[in-house]
């Protein structure tokens, strides 16, 4: 029976991918509450490196954000010396705390040497059918002319970025010579087309990555731009956040509202000014067609190119008013007329001869 502890910081990363490949949300959950309940009373601090969110499951995702914003994880900052073993070492070292993981921090011996004390470091591993079961451990020397898997890890991410290869200068030799031969083909000019061949599939692989993703099938699309032109208010859910922003699902179509047009002053951060599921009422401020994305406002901050001007009603003369009008001018042109024609000299009419 292990005495109980006054703090222990938790080694995340270690116990969520203990005998697994990728680290689970879940299981750090279940060894965790496991450890609290064995040792109640006991103040306890969870550390993550800094990519366990993006190699967790993706729909542990929204979990881990909660977790991370309830200050139930925590994170080393961006970096950090030692990624997320050096911040969990540093924690324990400034609280005197004992150290819950299975990882016996052989780069950081000569530095951290209590960690050879007795009671400073706990492992714990999950037994089928019976559960976590933690006990006291002492960390694994480093012995002298073998380097810690940590080390060979640095190493491996430092090596030399590999160089293309180079041109073969003679054909592979399951390759049928006597082909080469009756079609009477240098060898290097084969070569030549493959590698050319190689160039037109690479390029057309890198224009396909290069493109935008389609935030919205074509169809639905058309169909609400069609049925919202610009300035139309629409009503939608946030379903996910962005770097700068939410996207809302309205119907079968999502729009994407940035920070900018969220409120005045610009929130810092899409998660403090609205949740996950929040209707909100939204005005359609312009369309990206590469994207197929709907680009939406918060109605009252929209811009004021996008606001519907007011329809001005112009009053028109009735017929009857246009009648009299017109009589009226037809008079005076008459008028004016009359006053300027030259009097018309009569004609004399010669007398019958009787």
């Known amino acids: 029976m292990i005495k109980s502890f006054s703090h222990v910081v938790v080694d995340g990363s270690n116990l969520a991918t203990e005998g697994r490949t990728e680290p689970s949300l879940k299981q750090l959950s279940d060894a965790v509450l496991a450890f609290m309940k064995e040792f109640p009373g006991t103040k306890v601090t969870v550390v993550v490196d800094a990519t366990f969110g993006h190699r967790i499951d993706r729909r542990e995702r929204v979990e881990f954000d909660e977790a991370i914003n309830n200050n139930e994880l925590v994170a080393p900052p961006a970096g950090a010396v030692g990624r997320g073993d050096g911040f969990v070492l540093t924690i324990a070292d400034k609280v005197k705390a004992s150290v819950l993981s299975n990882d016996s921090y052989q780069e950081f011996h000569d530095q951290y040497k209590w960690l050879f004390d007795e009671g400073r470091l706990i492992g714990g591993k999950p037994v089928p059918n019976v559960g976590w079961v933690f006990i006291r451990r002492l960390p694994v020397r480093k012995l002298v002319g073998r380097e810690s898997a940590a080390t060979l890890r640095r190493a491996k991410s430092?090596?030399?970025?590999?160089?293309?290869?180079?041109?073969?200068?003679?054909?592979?030799?399951?390759?049928?010579?006597?082909?080469?031969?009756?079609?009477?083909?240098?060898?290097?000019?084969?070569?030549?087309?493959?590698?050319?061949?190689?160039?037109?599939?690479?390029?057309?692989?890198?224009?396909?990555?290069?493109?935008?993703?389609?935030?919205?099938?074509?169809?639905?699309?058309?169909?609400?731009?069609?049925?919202?032109?610009?300035?139309?208010?629409?009503?939608?859910?946030?379903?996910?956040?962005?770097?700068?922003?939410?996207?809302?699902?309205?119907?079968?179509?999502?729009?994407?509202?940035?920070?900018?047009?969220?409120?005045?002053?610009?929130?810092?951060?899409?998660?403090?000014?609205?949740?996950?599921?929040?209707?909100?009422?939204?005005?359609?401020?312009?369309?990206?067609?590469?994207?197929?994305?709907?680009?939406?406002?918060?109605?009252?901050?929209?811009?004021?190119?996008?606001?519907?001007?007011?329809?001005?009603?112009?009053?028109?003369?009735?017929?009857?008013?246009?009648?009299?009008?017109?009589?009226?001018?037809?008079?005076?042109?008459?008028?004016?007329?009359?006053?300027?024609?030259?009097?018309v000299a009569k004609k004399s009419v010669p007398s019958k001869k009787r």
């Open 158 to 343: 430092t090596r030399s970025p590999m160089r293309p290869m180079p041109v073969p200068k003679s054909p592979p030799p399951k390759a049928s010579v006597s082909k080469l031969n009756t079609q009477k083909v240098p060898v290097q000019k084969v070569v030549a087309q493959k590698v050319v061949a190689q160039k037109v599939i690479t390029q057309k692989f890198v224009a396909q990555k290069s493109q935008p993703p389609k935030l919205n099938e074509l169809t639905p699309f058309l169909n609400f731009v069609e049925k919202n032109p610009i300035g139309t208010k629409v009503k939608g859910a946030v379903h996910s956040y962005a770097s700068h922003g939410v996207y809302v699902k309205i119907g079968e179509v999502s729009g994407y509202l940035s920070m900018r047009l969220m409120a005045n002053p610009i929130p810092r951060s899409a998660r403090e000014h609205v949740k996950l599921g929040a209707v909100l009422s939204l005005v359609v401020v312009g369309y990206t067609p590469s994207r197929r994305s709907v680009e939406l406002a918060v109605f009252g901050m929209e811009p004021l190119s996008t606001q519907k001007a007011p329809v001005k009603t112009h009053t028109q003369p009735s017929a009857q008013t246009k009648t009299h009008t017109s009589r009226g001018q037809q008079a005076k042109k008459a008028k004016r007329r009359s006053r300027h024609r030259k009097p």
